[in-house]
Nanobody
Framework: QVQLVESGGGLVQPGGSLRLSCAASGFTFSMYAMYWYRQAPGKEREQVARISSGGGTITYADSVKGRFTISRDNAKNTMYLQMSRLKPDDTAVYYC?????????WGQGTQVTVSS
């Protein structure tokens, strides 16, 4: 069955770094555009970053540009989000998403908390 499993979240101090991973299975990962989203308490879910199926096209939300880097390894069926210079406003549950035509899958999320 289709699975997207996020990992790498946790508690980090402001200015610190974390690397999130999204491990995919049950579908042809290399055909799918992949996304990172986040949802903070009391706020709507927002798109953080997107990477095309081959990795050649990448977009970021303005709030994370220059601090976050999305990448993927199609040989390992895994996507990553390297987060640096983290701020308290980055505190949220982070989700990965896979999309290809009408196929649309979400992971369960991983909590990231930025606090001193």
């Amino acid at each position: 069955q289709v699975q997207l499993v996020e990992s790498g979240g946790g508690l980090v101090q402001p200015g610190g770094s974390l690397r999130l991973s999204c491990a995919a299975s049950g579908f042809t990962f290399s055909m799918y555009a992949m996304y990172w989203y986040r949802q903070a308490p009391g706020k709507e879910r927002e798109q953080v970053a997107r990477i095309s199926s081959g990795g050649g096209t990448i977009t970021y939300a303005d709030s994370v540009k220059g601090r976050f880097t999305i990448s993927r390894d199609n040989a390992k069926n895994t996507m990553y989000l390297q987060m640096s210079r983290l701020k308290p406003d980055d505190t949220a549950v982070y989700y990965c998403r896979a999309r290809f035509t009408a196929y649309d899958y979400w992971g369960q999320g991983t909590q990231v908390t930025v606090s001193s």
